[in-house]
């Protein structure tokens, strides 16, 4: 049922590095209302697997099915992959997510302005607006960038792990946000610690070259707690792999 | 007044003057975007490389500046193609083309029977030896440079600051960023006229990092940049007539003069904002 109107379809998509195979055969369906937690060890293809999604890498062999336009999907980087020392204020880059695929000479309309301060608002951003970007806080700058991501309205949203050099004040917004935004669209979170999306992960996909998927009703807080251990379970075992206990059908 | 007057009935004095004004615009633009997006060793790579093409369209009596551009071209193509994500194989190529640019020139500019060409002003460039021809070809290029910024602003700025993002939003990042290199080929080949090849590296760089140092918007960079780049090249112009100097050191050093003042303007205000009391959170 889930498969019907699955949003992304990632199908046996195989990729790696020179020579070393980095994701295996990998295949995944993301649902319209998935709340989806990739976990995995480091070096086990998260970030990989969720650049080739995005188009940003190229799969070996395999296939990715997304039919969104890049508007329409909200990426929130793991590290910013640019120069802090850019002349750029807060404001300009978080109206770059409404930049989209516009033809030439197509300025920023009065609109898109509006909700850029909107957002700005709702990220507690507004008082740092017209600062440049190398003057915030680590976790101002993680909001900046995920207020980058939401300014376009997506349809679905990838964060890398969001979570990673935030204050609690700001990981508190962002817990908040997201779990609003779920109620109306996809989310995908990669994270080294799924307990601190604790009660709104409904599937959780962990990587180590292969993909190991868990749909959403066996995710109960005891399984969380155990889930925790999976790096280090993967790492030891490889598969067979026991992350989430025997699965009951 | 009037020694200025009758220097100015001068044609190879008013095309300096065209020239420089109009390298300042490229440089402000072009080098705004070499800077922030860390393409100085790159420029510097094409520019040398430059030199090849043009010493052997000197040995074959084609026009030199055809040479050099259609080497600059391909070798920041080249550049642009390789090892995405690979340091070091790219920063290996920039110094390989480098060397072999300057090495193929001077080849060919050695063999060239008959009169032989000063070497040095090819290298450091003579701004007073500019040509109306040369003058309208670069107002033809900075025309289409400036067009191109005012279609392309907000993409190109995409493109700078974050390519990854701006590849997820379906901005054609290739494109631009191929766009922009060939872009930076062009101007460094007409910018070596004024300043040599081994000088336009400050051409390009200094008026932007000046820029950077008295703003954070992009725009007034490019802007400030394109003033400071007159400063350079007029001034230079001025003091290398005043004091008998070659014009491409003259500027570049000018530059460097500018550069040092505001970065000593700008520490001395820093500190007097420290010491004064908090007015700072």
């Not at chain 1, 806080?137 to 997506?154: D, F, H, K, N, W």
């Not at chain 2, 860390?38 to 490389?49: D, E, M, T, Y």
């Not at chain 2, 050099?68 to 690979?86: D, E, I, M, N, Q």
Request: charged share 20%; with cysteine.
């Amino acid at each position: 049922m889930e498969q019907a109107q699955s949003l992304v379809s990632v199908q046996e998509v195989t990729f790696g590095y020179e020579e070393e195979v980095i994701l295996d055969r990998v295949s995944l369906e993301i649902g319209a209302q998935d709340f989806l937690a990739i976990i995995g060890p480091n070096g086990g293809g998260k970030t990989t697997l969720l650049k080739i999604i995005l188009g940003l890498l190229r799969p070996w062999s395999g296939r990715v099915e997304l039919g969104l336009s890049g508007k329409e999907i909200g990426y929130v980087p793991q590290f910013a992959g640019f120069d802090k020392s850019f002349p750029l204020q807060v404001f300009d880059v978080v109206r770059l997510g409404r930049l989209g695929d516009r033809g030439p000479l197509r300025r920023y309309s009065r609109e898109d302005n509006c909700r850029v301060e909107e957002v700005l608002d709702r990220f507690d951003l507004s008082s740092v607006a017209r600062e440049t970007i190398d003057s915030l806080s680590g976790g101002q700058l993680q909001r900046t960038l995920i207020a980058r991501a939401l300014v376009s309205e997506p349809k679905i949203l990838f964060l890398d792990e969001p979570l990673g050099s935030v204050d609690p004040e700001s990981r508190q917004v962002v817990l908040g946000t997201l779990e609003e935004l779920n109620r109306s669209i996809p989310v995908v979170v990669i994270t080294h610690d799924i307990t601190l999306f604790a009660g709104m992960i409904k599937q959780v996909a962990c990587i180590n070259r292969e993909l190991f998927y868990h749909p959403g009703a066996e995710v109960t807080p005891e399984i969380l707690e155990k889930v925790y251990g999976c790096p280090v379970e993967l790492v030891a075992h490889g598969v067979p792999h026991r992350v989430l206990g025997e699965h009951q059908h | 007044m009037e020694s200025l007057t009758t220097l100015l009935s001068f044609e190879f004095v008013r095309n300096a003057i065209y020239a420089g004004l109009l390298a300042s615009v490229l440089c402000g633009v072009i080098g705004t975007f070499v800077v922030v997006k860390r393409l100085v060793f790159v420029s510097g790579g094409i520019s040398h490389a430059a030199f090849g093409g043009l010493g052997v369209c000197y040995f074959l009596g084609v026009e030199p500046l055809a040479g050099a551009a259609t080497t600059a071209v391909l070798a920041a193509l080249w550049l642009g193609s390789v090892g995405h994500g690979r340091e070091r194989s790219r920063d290996a190529s920039i110094g390989v083309l480098w060397a072999v640019g300057m090495a193929v020139g001077a080849i060919f500019i050695f063999k060239t029977p008959g009169y032989a060409p000063n070497l040095m002003t090819y290298l450091f460039g003579n701004i007073l030896t500019v040509e109306r021809g040369d003058v309208l070809l670069t107002l033809a290029f900075t025309a289409l440079v400036i067009g191109l910024l005012v279609l392309f602003f907000e993409e190109l700025v995409a493109v700078a600051f974050d390519e990854e993002f701006a590849k997820v939003q379906g901005v054609p990042v290739r494109a631009f960023t191929t766009l922009l290199m060939v872009l930076v080929a062009l101007s460094v080949v007409l910018l070596i006229q004024l300043v040599g090849i081994i000088l336009v590296i400050a051409l390009l760089t200094i008026p932007p990092v000046i820029g950077l140092m008295l703003t954070r918007s992009f725009i007034k960079v490019i802007f400030l940049s394109v003033v400071i780049g007159a400063v350079m090249t007029l001034g230079g112009l001025a003091l290398s007539y005043g004091f008998d100097l070659p014009s491409g050191p003259t500027i570049v050093l000018l530059g460097t003069v500018l550069l040092l003042m505001v970065s000593l303007l700008r520490r001395v205000r820093r500190e007097k904002r420290l010491r004064s009391p908090r007015n700072a959170t």
